[in-house]
C-alpha cells in the first residue's frame, strides 16, 4: 500500500491558462475522488468516479472544469481558462467500494497569477 | 449555514493534556463520521471513523457520537507537541451512488511543551 499520489505538488500559472493534475489512487481502490480545499476551510466534494464512470459531481464544478479517469486507474481534473478564484489546495481520495473510509493523497496547490 | 460546523480555534493546550475537538451538524441522514488529521500545507490524514452513535477508541483517540443531539467529538489524550495540526471533522450519508463525504471547517490544535 503506497498510498494515494498526486502531481505536481504545486502549480502556478497564469489567468487564462489551462492546467491539468493527476491521482494515482491506492491500487486495490475502485473509488476515486477529488476534492478543493481553500485556506482555512475544510474540503468540498468535486466529483466521484466508481471505476472508469465519472458518477457524481457537484455543482461547484463548472463547464471550465473537467475529470477523467480512463481504465479505472489513474485520474486527471483538467481546469481551463483559469481564475484567480480557482487557487487552492486540490485532492483526491480513493476508497474500495463497501468502505466508507477515504484516504487522500498530499494535493496539489494551485496558484493563479 | 452550514451542514458541518467546526470551531476554528486556534485551541491552544499544554502538553498531556485532554483535548476535546467539536462538531455539530444539520442532516440527520449522516451515519459515517470520521476524524482527519491534517498538517500544514498537506493532506488530511484519517485518524477515526465511526458508524451511528456510540464510542470508539484507538490509543490516545476516542471518538463519540450522539446522534439525537448531532454531536460529534474527537478526544486526544496525553496530547503531545506533535498533535499540533487542524483536526476535520467528515460526514457520510447513505446514498446509492458513492458516499461523498461533508467536512466541516476544522479546528486548529496547538499543543505546548
Known amino acids: 500500500d503506497t498510498g494515494v499520489s498526486q502531481n505536481p505538488r504545486h502549480k502556478i500559472t497564469k489567468r487564462g491558462q489551462n492546467v491539468t493534475f493527476r491521482c494515482d489512487p491506492i491500487?486495490?481502490?475502485?473509488?476515486l475522488y477529488w476534492y478543493r480545499q481553500t485556506l482555512g476551510q475544510g474540503p468540498e466534494f468535486l466529483t466521484y468516479?466508481?471505476?472508469?464512470?465519472?458518477?457524481?459531481k457537484s455543482r461547484l464544478l463548472s463547464d471550465r472544469f473537467s475529470a477523467e479517469r480512463p481504465k479505472g486507474s489513474f485520474s486527471t481534473l483538467e481546469i481551463q481558462r483559469t481564475e484567480q478564484g480557482d487557487s487552492a489546495m486540490y485532492l483526491c481520495?480513493?476508497?474500495?467500494?463497501?468502505?466508507?473510509?477515504?484516504?487522500f493523497g498530499p494535493g496539489t496547490r494551485l496558484t493563479v497569477t | 449555514q452550514k451542514e458541518v460546523e467546526q470551531d476554528p480555534g486556534p485551541l491552544s493546550v499544554p502538553e498531556g493534556a485532554i483535548v476535546s475537538l467539536n462538531c455539530t451538524y444539520s442532516?440527520?441522514?449522516?451515519?459515517?463520521f470520521m476524524w482527519y488529521r491534517q498538517y500544514s500545507r498537506k493532506g488530511p490524514e484519517l485518524l477515526m471513523y465511526?458508524?451511528?452513535?456510540g464510542n470508539k477508541e484507538d490509543g490516545r483517540f476516542t471518538a463519540q457520537v450522539d446522534k439525537s443531539s448531532k454531536y460529534i467529538s474527537l478526544f486526544i489524550r496525553d496530547s503531545q507537541p506533535s498533535d499540533s495540526a487542524t483536526y476535520l471533522c467528515?460526514?457520510?450519508?447513505?446514498?446509492?451512488?458513492?458516499?461523498?463525504?461533508?467536512f466541516g471547517g476544522g479546528t486548529r490544535l496547538m499543543v505546548k511543551p
Open positions: 481520495a480513493s476508497s474500495r467500494t463497501g468502505v466508507w473510509e477515504q484516504y
Open positions: 491500487s486495490e481502490h475502485n473509488r
Open positions: 468516479f466508481q471505476n472508469e464512470a465519472q458518477l457524481e
Open positions: 442532516n440527520s441522514a449522516f451515519q459515517y
Open positions: 465511526t458508524y451511528s452513535s
Open positions: 467528515a460526514m457520510s450519508a447513505l446514498r446509492n451512488a458513492g458516499n461523498m463525504l461533508t
